[in-house]
C-alpha cells in the first residue's frame, strides 16, 4: 500500500485451483525469525505467528517499561 502497488494477486502460498477464486491479498515476505525462534514456529500456524509478531512489535512500540511488573498481573 505505501508503493502504491496492490497485495491482491493470484495466489501463491497455496495451490488454488480447486477454488473458484484465485486471487487473494496475501502477506508475502513474512519474516519471524527475529521475534520467534524456529521450534516455537513449527508449533504455530502462520497466522499464529503473525499475531505474536504483531503483539511483540505493538509493545515495543508503546514505550512500556513492564520490567518491574508482575506479568501474572498484566493482560
Known amino acids: 500500500m505505501i508503493s502504491g502497488a496492490s497485495g491482491v494477486a493470484t495466489m501463491s502460498l497455496c495451490d488454488p485451483s480447486a477454488y473458484p477464486c484465485q486471487v487473494a491479498g496475501e502477506v508475502v515476505g513474512f519474516d519471524h525469525s527475529q ?4 521450534r516455537e514456529a513449527r508449533r504455530m500456524a502462520r497466522f499464529s505467528q503473525m499475531a505474536v509478531v504483531a503483539g511483540l512489535q505493538a509493545m515495543e512500540s508503546s514505550g512500556l517499561d513492564l520490567t518491574n511488573e508482575d506479568p501474572f498481573g498484566l493482560g
Open 35 to 38: 521475534y520467534i525462534n524456529k
